[in-house]
């Protein structure tokens, strides 16, 4: 794969537009991810197709800033109005997003359907905003990007500490006194530049995805928001470049559906091994704590047993113990990982005593209970 990115000069280019877009995308998405508005880029990246047809009608011009422009104008145009109707009715938030989406996705293929029609054939090539042609990204749209997208995140920079106060307390941020709204629109403007400058590669229908998966895959690594933010950057721009490659590998399949599907990936290898919130990581803390539950309960069995007697070590039969933890699992298997740690001994063929720290383990997990008792009341 490096050997490919060193020596083809297309893949290499398309390898680093897919890379910047996947930073930036990955980087602006964490606050959607924080802030709940997922669906907000899907609402913008969709906004975002009749703007591009619009600025063609206007200009005649296919140049990738135009069309940024023409994309950019429209998806704000879709999240003022989303904001505006979830704060001046009734309608939620999820609700007017669905909304926009539509309306503004039909009203896209409608002026779409209507420009392929016209006689010339300058428009051709606009169809490809739909999924997308990162293969066809040359130096300029790379530099274009590079330079709306550095913008954006110097501005992330400069506003850091009201964005992460804007994420995680707007009502902290009124008390400082800061201006919420404004902080608000000019975050939700870095939303629609993340994904305006991604259309061109990956495309209207799964750009929002770009936004979206780096920051879910960073999510399951940290609480902390400056190592998340630098997580979603890095995972975004693995994805752009795995993606590239890929592509460029395999023939006949298509850029930006790979680039997707690799974050994607992370997305997955994230959700399942991630340290803490993985979920292998849960289902090995809960078979543990299970465990631990299990040994302890025939600990306390053995000694209700022993307690009956003037011995506190007074050995049983572990018949006796299977019928007290679980008939159907049985004891054996408790009592052998309780052994191992010199908990329990074995009294001839079939029956265990409690060792003399088996009787001080006993009697702290019982003070435990009791505290935990006092407590609740």
Known sequence: MIELLLTDYTIRTVALGAAILGCVSGALGTFAVLREQ????DAVS???????????????SKMSIVLMAGAG????????LVLS????????????????????????LVLLTFL???????????????????????????VTMAIVGGLALLLVGVFWKEFKIASFDREFGRSLGLRMRIIEALLMFLFVVAIVIGLEAVGVVLMSALLIGPAAAAR??????????????????????????????ASSLPTGPIIVLCAGVF????????????????????????????MESVLLDLFALASQHERPDYPHEAAVLDLMANPIAGSTKSLKALEDRGLVTRVGESQWSLTQAGVARVRAILEGMSAGRRGDN
């Open 116 to 142: 392929q029609k016209r006689p010339d054939a300058n428009q051709a090539g606009l169809e490809t905003f739909l999924f997308g042609q990162a293969a066809a990204l040359v130096v300029s749209d790379v």
């Open 38 to 41: 997922s669906l907000l880029g």
């Open 73 to 80: 104008l429209f998806g704000a145009l879709a999240t003022g």
């Open 220 to 249: 399951q690594w940290t609480d902390r928001l400056s190592l998340m933010f630098g997580i979603a950057a890095l995972i975004g721009a693995l994805s752009g470049v795995l993606g590239a490659v890929v592509s460029a590998t």
């Open 85 to 108: 109707v979830t704060a001046q009715t009734r309608i939620k938030f999820d609700t007017a997003l669905g909304i926009a989406l539509s309306v503004f996705f039909g009203l896209g």
């Open 267 to 294: 997305v997955l290898v994230s959700l399942i091994g991630a340290p803490h919130r993985g979920l292998a990581w849960r289902w090995i803390r809960d078979w543990r704590n299970g465990r631990v539950l299990r």
């Open 46 to 60: 969709h906004a975002a197709l009749p703007g591009i047809v619009i600025a063609y009608f206007v200009t005649g």
